[in-house]
């Protein structure tokens, strides 16, 4: 057993010393909820989130940077209908045994046990109370078709899966092993029912096979990997097929836990809490019997309050875990290092203040933001001076709080937006019946960095090879910041298309910075075009786009140009897409000469770029030994059919399409020939020319 010390923040806290952000509110959304629960996005891992406060349907919430000026809201919200599917797995069980001699054997707390619990008596009761979601979490990976895989978990002990594509705003059941089903009638040893005589029995028998909580982990192979805990305190590992359609492996831990209310993995810990309030970290590990060993019991006092909130971070500067998990208005962290073994714990709590947290979420590996019932969220900051371990708390003032409570908060995937959860916590403010179902959600900020900042910081964030997609919420936040003319102006002087300068050589670094332009670009011309349709200031920004447009497409056609050009012999396919970027290139030239006349007032901006893009285009052609360039392309006529944006071939029609999932231009299928137009072949992750999105593959049904 490791050594633990201990460092105590009395009262309210400490102040950090440092002045107190505020949240900035960037849009605001209703969402209706049967129930009112804290903690009440049951999974949130930034950019998606999933809500358990719906009795007959699973509500999720998906980040987007599609939002548009009349629906601003960065998320899309995708629902499930429960009421539908509604198995009742332990019914099979009681049905077995004799309730009404069980319930006469009972003594009075036994009586009141049995009664007060659906789950025991519900073969026999007139009126079955509703079941409610008791979890709702997203698996780590994907199904073989790309579709996200969802899996919920009500009262009853029931687990469905659901799947959908990606920024679909519906969940659809997937036909699936029956979790369960499998757990009852397969994976438990069998019981004698006509042994089963009075509660105790019956209550070891149905909890053995009742399902109160699940995880996912990430599994090591194609497959998927679930963490069950039951209500008897055992833990299930079960390694599932790519599909979901089959069990091809289980391992199971008895522990002295009572029923298991929370589960929470991060990397390769998984942190366990039950209804008595006993708080566990175990470690997933393959070389073990059961996979899972017990790394510390961080609470084992029976204080009967549940774990509903915990959060695990790792911080690579000191090489250690943090886990924090909150209890009743306290916040209790402690330290673990990385290795583990022989070394020495950290612990500390602090009193966050009022009754009761209500939300908590990481705003990075050592530091939290924490909603309860007050007129104002906390942000908590880890002191970890070598054996100093504290917490220290800063209040973030929210008018909102002055009639609304915090049921939850989640910070997006790379800290940059705050989403809040409220329910109205005033009488008079529920008026109407369904108010008191509407949950308001509000996203915004905490940081004091103005637009620049925040492009300049997804600027350093990105990289050539790799797609945008997982900065969705940078995306989001600068649509947001536009449509609510939050520092306007700061857009419209980002990067004039005047100050880019075209050398003779392209550079990837040029291409990111014209992408991100491309974002920006885009948000304002739809800004306008809602305000100012068909007038001439509308008409500068789409004018402006379509210069912007032809800088990135002759950026890129220069870059996959300049890497053929240092081969000695060129391949069937990159000779064919050669001469199909090079048409287009001086198309578009054409094009710009011919739309910006002398009167324009992008004319001269245009004009200098065409002359150095023309001139080192022609260089590029006299070096690939093509003789004299396409000059002469009609700039109206465009190529024919619809053309891979990449390498400018034409896409034969099919059945299938390779497209962008943010701007959904397509390119080849055939991804290994283009490939060939990129330095590190192999490696190469291609993204979109113009939006710097990821591509996927879509089969048209017919």
Same mark, same amino acid.
């Given at each position: 057993?490791?050594?633990?010390?201990?460092?105590?923040?009395?009262?309210?806290?400490?102040?950090?010393?440092?002045?107190?952000?505020?949240?900035?509110?960037?849009?605001?959304?209703?969402?209706?909820?049967?129930?009112?629960?804290?903690?009440?996005?049951?999974?949130?891992?930034?950019?998606?989130?999933?809500?358990?406060?719906?009795?007959?349907?699973?509500?999720?919430?998906?980040? %987007?940077?599609?939002?548009?000026?009349?629906?601003?809201?960065?998320?899309?919200?995708?629902?499930?209908?429960?009421?539908?599917?509604?198995?009742?797995?332990?019914?099979?069980?009681?049905?077995?045994?004799?309730?009404?001699?069980?319930?006469?054997?009972?003594?009075?707390?036994?009586?009141?046990?049995?009664?007060?619990?659906?789950?025991?008596?519900?073969?026999?009761?007139?009126?079955?109370?509703?079941?409610?979601?008791?979890?709702?979490?997203?698996?780590?990976?994907?199904?073989?078709?790309?579709?996200?895989?969802?899996?919920?978990?009500?009262?009853?002990?029931?687990?469905?899966?659901?799947?959908?594509?990606?920024?679909?705003?519906?969940?659809?059941?997937?036909?699936?092993?029956?979790?369960?089903?499998?757990?009852?009638?397969?994976?438990?040893?069998?019981?004698?029912?006509?042994?089963?005589?009075?509660?105790?029995?019956?209550?070891?028998?149905?909890?053995?096979?009742?399902?109160?909580?699940?995880?996912?982990?990430?599994?090591?192979?194609?497959?998927?990997?679930?963490?069950?805990?039951?209500?008897?305190?055992?833990?299930?590992?079960?390694?599932?097929?790519?599909?979901?359609?089959?069990?091809?492996?289980?391992?199971?831990?008895?522990?002295?836990?009572?029923?298991?209310?929370?589960?929470?993995?991060?990397?390769?810990?998984?942190?366990? *809490?039950?209804?008595?309030?006993?708080?566990?970290?175990?470690?997933?590990?393959?070389?073990?019997?059961?996979?899972?060993?017990?790394?510390?019991?961080?609470?084992?006092?029976?204080?009967?309050?549940?774990?509903?909130?915990?959060?695990?971070?790792?911080?690579?500067?000191?090489?250690?875990?943090?886990?924090?998990?909150?209890?009743?208005?306290?916040?209790?962290?402690?330290?673990?290092?990385?290795?583990?073994?022989?070394?020495?714990?950290?612990?500390?709590?602090?009193?966050?203040?009022?009754?009761?947290?209500?939300?908590?979420?990481?705003?990075?590996?050592?530091?939290?933001?924490? *909603?309860?019932?007050?007129?104002?969220?906390?942000?908590?900051?880890?002191?970890?001076?070598?054996?100093?371990?504290?917490?220290?708390?800063?209040?973030?003032?929210?008018?909102?709080?002055?009639?609304?409570?915090?049921?939850?908060?989640?910070?997006?995937?790379?800290?940059?937006?705050?989403?809040?959860?409220?329910?109205?916590?005033?009488?008079?403010?529920?008026?109407?019946?369904?108010?008191?179902?509407?949950?308001?959600?509000?996203?915004?900020?905490?940081?004091?960095?103005?637009?620049?900042?925040?492009?300049?910081?997804?600027?350093?964030?990105?990289?050539?090879?790799?797609?945008?997609?997982?900065?969705?919420?940078?995306?989001?936040?600068?649509?947001?910041?536009?449509?609510?003319?939050?520092?306007?102006?700061?857009?419209?002087?980002?990067?004039?298309?005047?100050?880019?300068?075209?050398?003779?050589?392209?550079?990837?670094?040029?291409?990111?910075?014209?992408?991100?332009?491309?974002?920006?670009?885009?948000?304002?011309?739809?800004?306008?075009?809602?305000?100012?349709?068909?007038?001439?200031?509308?008409?500068?920004?789409?004018?402006?786009?379509?210069?912007?447009?032809?800088?990135?497409?002759? %950026?890129?056609?220069?870059?996959?140009?300049?890497?053929?050009?240092?081969?000695?012999?060129?391949?069937?396919?990159?000779?064919?897409?050669?001469?199909?970027?090079?048409?287009?290139?001086?198309?578009?030239?054409?094009?710009?000469?011919?739309?910006?006349?002398?009167?324009?007032?992008?004319?001269?901006? %245009?004009?200098?770029?065409?002359?150095?893009?023309?001139?080192?285009?022609?260089?590029?052609?006299?070096?690939?030994?093509?003789?004299?360039?396409?000059?002469?392309?009609?700039?109206?006529?465009?190529?024919?059919?619809?053309?891979?944006?990449?390498?400018?071939?034409?896409?034969?029609?099919?059945?299938?399409?390779?497209?962008?999932?943010?701007?959904?231009?397509?390119?080849?299928?055939?991804?290994?020939?283009?490939?060939?137009?990129?330095?590190?072949?192999?490696?190469?992750?291609?993204?979109?020319?113009?939006?710097?999105?990821?591509?996927?593959?879509?089969?048209?049904?017919?």
């Amino acid at each position: 057993m490791t050594s633990c010390t201990e460092t105590t923040i009395s009262g309210g806290g400490q102040d950090s010393g440092k002045p107190n952000p505020q949240f900035t509110v960037l849009a605001q959304s209703d969402i209706r909820q049967d129930t009112i629960e804290d903690f009440l996005a049951s999974h949130a891992d930034g950019d998606f989130l999933a809500l358990i406060g719906s009795k007959s349907s699973v509500v999720t919430l998906e980040m %987007t940077h599609k939002n548009t000026f009349s629906a601003p809201f960065s998320y899309i919200l995708a629902d499930f209908e429960c009421s539908a599917v509604d198995p009742r797995p332990l019914d099979v069980l009681a049905n077995q045994v004799n309730l009404e001699s069980i319930y006469e054997s009972c003594n009075v707390l036994e009586a009141q046990a049995l009664a007060l619990e659906p789950v025991y008596t519900s073969v026999c009761s007139a009126a079955v109370p509703p079941a409610k979601l008791r979890a709702v979490k997203k698996a780590n990976g994907l199904l073989p078709n790309g579709n996200l895989l969802l899996a919920s978990l009500n009262t009853r002990g029931s687990i469905i899966f659901m799947s959908k594509p990606s920024e679909y705003p519906g969940w659809s059941l997937l036909e699936s092993l029956n979790v369960a089903v499998i757990l009852r009638d397969n994976l438990l040893p069998p019981m004698k029912s006509s042994k089963i005589n009075n509660f105790q029995k019956y209550q070891a028998f149905m909890d053995r096979a009742w399902i109160t909580m699940f995880a996912w982990l990430t599994s090591q192979d194609q497959g998927h990997a679930l963490v069950l805990g039951t209500a008897n305190g055992s833990l299930w590992l079960l390694s599932l097929s790519s599909d979901v359609q089959t069990l091809r492996e289980h391992k199971v831990l008895e522990t002295s836990l009572d029923r298991i209310c929370f589960l929470q993995a991060f990397e390769d810990l998984l942190l366990v *809490g039950d209804v008595k309030g006993t708080i566990r970290l175990y470690r997933v590990s393959t070389s073990n019997e059961s996979c899972l060993v017990l790394v510390k019991e961080l609470w084992s006092k029976a204080d009967r309050m549940g774990l509903q909130r915990g959060v695990i971070t790792r911080c690579p500067e000191r090489g250690c875990y943090y886990i924090t998990c909150c209890k009743a208005a306290h916040l209790l962290t402690w330290c673990m290092q990385v290795s583990g073994e022989n070394e020495e714990w950290l612990e500390t709590r602090l009193y966050v203040g009022g009754m009761k947290i209500t939300g908590l979420s990481a705003l990075g590996h050592n530091s939290y933001v924490v *909603g309860n019932i007050s007129k104002n969220l906390h942000r908590i900051q880890i002191s970890h001076e070598g054996q100093e371990f504290s917490l220290k708390k800063q209040s973030i003032p929210m008018d909102m709080l002055e009639n609304f409570e915090v049921l939850d908060l989640s910070y997006s995937l790379n800290g940059n937006l705050l989403t809040v959860f409220l329910n109205r916590n005033k009488e008079y403010m529920n008026s109407h019946l369904w108010q008191r179902s509407q949950i308001v959600v509000q996203v915004g900020k905490l940081q004091d960095e103005n637009a620049e900042e925040t492009l300049a910081r997804l600027a350093k964030k990105l990289e050539f090879n790799e797609p945008i997609n997982p900065y969705t919420d940078y995306l989001a936040e600068l649509r947001m910041k536009i449509f609510s003319q939050k520092e306007l102006q700061t857009y419209l002087n980002f990067s004039p298309l005047d100050s880019f300068q075209f050398a003779e050589d392209a550079t990837d670094s040029q291409l990111l910075k014209l992408k991100i332009k491309y974002h920006v670009l885009q948000a304002i011309a739809h800004l306008h075009s809602n305000f100012l349709e068909l007038t001439e200031h509308a008409r500068k920004f789409l004018d402006e786009m379509e210069l912007l447009l032809a800088m990135l497409v002759t %950026t890129h056609i220069r870059l996959r140009l300049q890497f053929l050009r240092t081969l000695s012999k060129l391949t069937p396919f990159q000779e064919e897409a050669a001469k199909s970027m090079f048409k287009e290139a001086f198309r578009l030239i054409n094009k710009l000469k011919s739309d910006f006349n002398e009167n324009h007032p992008l004319k001269c901006t %245009t004009n200098a770029f065409v002359e150095h893009i023309s001139t080192h285009l022609e260089i590029l052609h006299l070096k690939l030994g093509g003789g004299n360039p396409p000059k002469n392309m009609d700039p109206e006529s465009e190529m024919p059919g619809i053309r891979c944006c990449v390498s400018y071939l034409e896409i034969s029609l099919s059945l299938e399409r390779r497209y962008c999932t943010l701007c959904d231009r397509q390119i080849l299928m055939e991804l290994e020939n283009l490939q060939e137009l990129y330095e590190h072949n192999d490696s190469q992750q291609i993204t979109c020319p113009f939006c710097h999105g990821s591509f996927t593959e879509e089969l048209l049904n017919a």
